[in-house]
């Protein structure tokens, strides 16, 4: 691998992490690898931990234990949008732009091309429905065009077309070499992953793959 390969290259890994909130905890010496070219699905049911281990992976939360390392760009999707409902669609590709420091916004043209709300632009991000929201959500992630991807639940409201779209995206993405871990709680969708990992009593097993 040439000196450009590698300055391009994508990991995660988290090793021996655990997190309690008070007495309860709810990460208990978690592990997950995501090396490039790898998307991995992390399930479990609710109030498992999930989003705590994404927003450790991202560096928004601290373990009390373990190491986390990250290699590449990171466009991170939160579960719960942080938007300015007063900013319009374009405002907030303006704004991500210059904190990304983009030369144009064309990677940020092509998603909403493809999440299906380009006629979104000039409409208020507190006008717009829960899976339009959602949309603008990760296209922010994703405009940087970033090597690893943390996602968690990015496709909520989406529709049928539009979630199909989304994990034709993850698949070329991949494809082309990025890490991408995604929390899902959507059985049918499990075939999408290269491997799922179970949050079950604070760590993570394997879990099974049925073609």
Known sequence: ???????????????GVWKAYGSRQVLRGADLDVPAGALVGVVGE???GKSTLLQIA?????????TVLRSGSMGYCPQSAVLNDTFTVMQHLRLFQVAYR?????RAHELMELLAFADCGRRRAGELSGGTRQK???LLALMHDPLLLVLDEPYQ???WDTHQRFWALAAHLR??????????HLLHDLHHFDAVRQLR???LVTEELTR
């Open 1 to 15: 691998m040439g000196a450009e390969g590698r300055q391009r290259q994508s990991r995660l890994r988290i090793s």
């Open 46 to 48: 609710n109030g498992a």
């Open 58 to 66: 991202v560096g928004r939360m601290t373990p009390e234990k373990g």
């Open 102 to 106: 983009l030369p144009s916004l064309t």
């Open 136 to 138: 603008l959500n990760l």
């Open 157 to 159: 409201g989406f529709d």
């Open 175 to 184: 494809d082309q070499g990025r890490s991408i871990v995604v929390v899902s």
């Open 201 to 203: 009593e604070g760590r």
